[in-house]
């Protein structure tokens, strides 16, 4: 990894002297040696501080979000993941591929920084920290589908048995089970709206959630609203999710949102598919839901 | 001194829980934070008093996140008020770490002084009896001593510490503290014991002089440059034991309904969206401004004390790893030019 880093900054040098780009987004090095946070270079002088280790498990294209207005040109690094995140801002129309200058990282598979400060915290009881995140653990893109230049050794695919297993194990609940599954589940949820700020699909400039002439959803803590919100996010990701688990592993008190997720991306695939968000640009080019057809199957209704 | 066993703890919150709401730190599934004795399970939730703290702060036994003001019915042309909610049930907060206490002591700050009373917060205020545990060993992302935060003397109405085997010294400091201690009585005994030895803190910072300084800082480059990882999520306004935000909605359903008050967050585009549609604070960088100079200047300046008691949460749990301790140290460092 540390190759990969001096072949970053290298070009992320390369391309804030040439002025090919006026902002290089990777990652500096926390407080803790199991800490690295994104960084945005904006010269030359910042590029020393960019770090590429095995913490570096934030999806960066989400950052692109915060310069959709400005006609700032960005180099940023993407693992595999995150390069559908960046498929997935170009799908939407969020921002042009010609202001980018993508630096794909073929990914061995990252750790989990928050879970590792949970774990040193004393507040957190985690079992123990696993190899590779759990969001790595069934990653099915581990190499890049849109880049400028690419770097690393091409991975392999993890296994992918464990893909479905709990969405599976949910579907073959009762009903009665799998509301009392989801009441527990999602009266936790504290209305943060930390997986909604971390993920790239989330790019509405005025979220139904923060809408407020009409309120479409309550903000109590209630299960009811809570539920509402759940499900409301998790239809708009219907077919737009890129499975880059960021919305899971920065919930801060553990909802299986990758789990709903998977239900959908499921069904998407049955329906539609076979679908894989956001793993091929072509302009024009939409997510299934985000398109209609005379001829859609429409069955399910 | 007086001694509660550890075989003992749960007898004696049953019989606290006799006549009160007693919320203790619990492990729920996944979950850590102060949940109500009542609601625990021993087949899937565990008592967590020997961890350093739980994840969720305390703040919901006295402002709870959503909370109903009054219902109210549609008469002709008229409302009537069915029923307003202010909570008189006792409740005790056991366990609670002297950071999260002192969270308490900055909510009642801005709802019981300067000329205003809440009658919601005082309610559930005056019949909370606190068993703060001191703390002697600090974790990682503790600093609470910075902050101005005694670990091991919080201002509770007990104080208990952890002996290892001999179980827990009981101390009442006031007479909530007594009244408490005499539901127990038979539960404790009288035995000579050593407190621990508070070690030492591995996260310091030097606030002195930050609220100060923080005046001059208002435009300064520091607040875009810290803010870029920034997503704009709540979490470090919701795990704060001291961010107190909330809103006042409505839910109203035929002729009737209610109307309530919930947690909200600086840190969300909506919170400052005025009618008209205009936003003050709609760039990320004005909204972290905000939620900083809020913990460590205006609070300072109205109230005497910074709205940040050391827990550390918002630092162990932001997905991008921003830091008010960082925050501090670059406010500290920063040239304003004087």
């Known amino acids: 990894m540390k190759a990969i880093e001096n072949q970053i900054k290298e070009i992320a040098a390369r391309l804030l002297q040439s002025g090919e780009v006026n902002i290089f987004l990777a990652w500096e090095k926390g407080d803790y040696e199991y800490q690295s946070k994104p960084y945005f270079a904006r010269s030359v002088d910042d590029v020393d501080k960019i770090v590429f280790d095995q913490y570096c498990i934030h999806n960066l294209s989400n950052s692109l979000l915060k310069f959709r207005d400005s006609s700032d040109k960005i180099g940023l690094v993407v693992k595999g993941c995150d390069s559908r995140g960046i498929v997935r801002?170009?799908?939407?129309?969020?921002?042009?591929r010609s202001r980018l200058y993508i630096v794909g990282v073929a990914c061995p598979g990252m750790k989990d920084p928050l879970l590792a400060m949970k774990n040193h915290s004393g507040l957190f009881k985690v079992e123990t920290e696993p190899e590779v995140a759990a969001k790595c653990q069934t990653c099915r893109y581990p190499n890049p589908v849109i880049y400028d230049e690419l770097l690393g050794d091409q991975q392999a695919p993890r296994p992918q048995e464990a893909r479905y297993a709990q969405v599976d194990a949910i579907e073959q609940m009762t009903a009665d089970e799998r509301y009392k599954f989801f009441e527990d589940t999602l009266s936790k949820c504290i209305r943060c709206y930390a997986c909604r700020q971390a993920c790239v699909a989330c790019n509405c400039r005025l979220c139904i959630f923060d809408e407020m002439r009409p309120q479409w959803v309550g903000r109590e803590t209630s299960l009811s609203d809570n539920m509402m919100y759940h499900l409301v996010r998790a239809s708009h990701m219907a077919g737009r999710c890129i499975e880059c688990g960021e919305c899971e592993r920065v919930c801060p008190v553990n909802i299986p949102l990758m789990l709903i997720n998977r239900k959908l991306i499921k069904d998407v695939d049955k329906f539609f598919g076979p679908y894989d968000a956001g793993i091929k640009y072509e302009e024009g080019v939409k997510p299934p839901l985000s398109l209609y057809q005379e001829n859609d199957p429409d069955n399910f209704i | 001194m007086k001694i509660l066993k550890k075989d003992q703890i749960e007898e004696a919150l049953n019989r606290m829980a006799d006549q009160a709401e007693v919320y203790v730190p619990l492990q729920k599934g996944t979950q850590t934070g102060f949940y109500t004795w009542q609601s625990y399970d021993n087949t899937t939730d565990t008592l967590v008093l020997d961890e350093l703290n739980v994840s969720l702060p305390p703040k919901q036994v006295v402002f709870p996140p959503t909370d109903k003001m009054y219902s109210f019915k549609q008469n002709g042309v008229e409302i009537d008020i069915d029923k307003i909610y202010e909570a008189i049930e006792p409740q005790v907060v056991f366990g609670i770490r002297a950071?999260?206490?002192?969270?308490?002591?900055?909510?009642?700050?801005?709802?019981?002084?300067?000329?205003?009373?809440?009658?919601?917060?005082?309610?559930?205020?005056?019949?909370?009896?606190t068993v703060a545990q001191a703390c002697y060993q600090p974790g990682q992302a503790c600093f609470c001593s910075s902050m101005g935060v005694d670990p091991v003397h919080p201002e509770a109405d007990v104080i208990i510490s952890d002996l290892g085997e001999e179980g827990y010294a009981w101390e009442a400091q006031t007479e909530k503290g007594q009244a408490l201690t005499e539901k127990i009585a038979e539960l404790l005994e009288e035995k000579e014991v050593k407190l621990p030895e508070l070690q030492e803190f591995t996260l310091k910072v030097e606030y002195d002089g930050v609220a100060e300084k923080l005046k001059e800082m208002f435009e300064h480059p520091i607040w875009e440059q810290l803010s870029e990882p920034c997503q704009t999520c709540g979490i470090c306004t919701y795990l704060c034991p001291t961010c107190h935000c909330f809103d006042i909605q409505v839910k109203t359903w035929g002729d009737e309904g209610y109307r309530f008050r919930c947690y909200d967050s600086c840190m969300y585009e909506e919170y400052t969206r005025e009618a008209g549609g205009g936003n003050p604070r709609g760039k990320v960088s004005e909204r972290f401004r905000n939620r900083f100079l809020h913990k460590l200047e205006f609070f300072q300046e109205r109230y005497g004390t910074p709205l940040c008691t050391g827990c550390g949460r918002c630092i162990i749990a932001c997905p991008t790893g921003i830091s008010i301790i960082k925050l501090i140290e670059k406010v500290k460092e920063a040239d304003t030019g004087a």
Do not use: P
């Open chain 1, 89 to 96: 801002l170009l799908q939407d129309n969020q921002i042009e």
């Open chain 2, 99 to 129: 950071c999260d206490l002192q969270g308490i002591a900055c909510l009642d700050l801005v709802f019981l002084t300067k000329g205003y009373e809440d009658n919601f917060y005082k309610a559930r205020r005056e019949n909370l009896t």
